[in-house]
């Protein structure tokens, strides 16, 4: 996919004195953000200053330089983070413009799906392969969780990160954090049986799952719909298959379409991706603090670690089955990576990964189509590691042993938790309390590890959709349907 950026204006005087007039505006109205010197009124001080640095950000990215779309997203989590660390919480007010483009990517998510794995399940001509590869994919998924949420066990009992904390660091925590540790505690109360969540699986009115409308006690709410859609998905798929040709082609090309266009609007939204990495990132150093960084230093670091470790592991996995070079596969797949470590939802980075494993690695349509979207909702490997370090971490800091069929536990209840996990951010935490309750971890500690949850969310949402990539050129490769595109390191 090309970059638009490639083809920028060279340097300009004048677009060098807007850029550097508005940004300096900008940060003198953050830095002065009690005086409300703009006409008296905090709002109207607030959207000046926020209009300014957007402006400032547009002309840096788009007028001064020229750098591919990739640069520039790096750049603005660079940016971002640097923002959030001087202006604190008061760089909060940028954070629209990332709920915005996230909301953007969520809203081509649930059609993307849909139209895919209609075109991909048909496309499969067969049951007989539609199950091949579905049990290939499953059996992946499985190993790859089990293998994560492994390795952060043994590096939480290597390293110990809970042990040592001071009395007064962990009451403050828990202290500080204990209103919303209940609020998830009580989520994950409520959280559906083993039995009701299979069953859920199947949507009683498409239409409704389509819009993210799930029966509550007899009263429609808003939930994570997509294995309904998934499921819908599928059975359409393989009923496509079963009724005559020319019956099926009209359908299945208007989905065909349906997904060029979903795609095409994905290359749109791409374009912003800068600005609304910018705010997010901004928006989450702001209100980290690093006090509470310090605190949980040991930690942080072990659980992020483990992720890297994991990010680096998959390229191996890749050229172990496709001979792939690793470095190349990470290259190819970087515009995913991006988005998920911006976004920390696995399910708005998915029209992103589909785009780049089609583009970038070669993986057929038909794979990319059925592979992914099942990834981004069963696939945890990220989280699945971080709760095995969050549980014994919680554990060490209570002082609670835990032996190795403890562990065996939370290995097979992690695993099995990730399955109809929404791909959303901040859903790990409620699969940790499931996984502390199964091991007798009072769920309350929580609390401890809350203040730095969403940093490591961007991490383990990485680590989730390099799996999803990884499978998906594995079994692409395993059913012959690799093939090297033209543009190996092709940008967005």
Known sequence: ????????????????????????ISILLYIFSDSNIVMGSADMTALTRSVLMLVALYYFFEKLFKMELHTKIILGMVLGGLAGFVFQQEIAELKPVGTAFIRMIQMIVVPLVLASLITGT??????????????KTL????????LAISVGLLLANIFQP?????????????????????????????????VDTFLDMIPSNPITALAGIKSVNGQPAMRSTMLQVIFFSIFMG???????????????????????????????VIEIAPYGVFALIADAVGN??????????????VTAAGLMIMVFLYPFVVKAFTGRNPIEFLKNIRPAQLIAFSTSSSGATLPVTMEVCEDNVGVSKEISSFVLPLG?????????????????FIAQVYGIPLDLSDQLVIVLTATLASIGTAAAPGVGILMLVIVLQQVGIPAEGIALILAVDRILDMFRTTVNVTSDATCATVIASMEGQLHRPENVHQEF
């Open 1 to 24: 996919m090309s970059d638009s950026s490639s083809s920028s204006s060279p340097f300009n005087p004048k677009d060098f004195l807007i850029f550097t007039a508005s940004g300096a």
């Open 139 to 146: 059996a992946y998924y499985l190993m790859s969780t089990a």
């Open 376 to 392: 981004a909702t069963v696939n945890m490997d990220g989280t699945a590691l971080y709760q095995g370090v969050a549980t014994l």
């Open 288 to 301: 980290f603090g690093i006090d509470i960084l310090l605190s949980l230093i040991k930690y942080t670091i």
């Open 238 to 268: 393989i009923a496509l298959t079963l009724i005559p040709g020319e019956k099926a082609k009209p359908v299945i090309d208007f989905f065909d379409g349906l997904n060029d266009v979903m795609i095409k609007i994905v290359v749109m």
């Open 162 to 194: 809970g042990s040592g904390m001071d009395e007064t660091v962990r009451a403050e925590l828990l202290a500080s954090y204990s209103e919303q540790a209940g609020s998830k505690v009580d989520n994950a109360e409520n959280r559906t049986s083993t």
């Open 122 to 135: 048909a496309s499969l001509g067969d049951i007989g392969k539609m199950k091949r590869i579905g049990t």
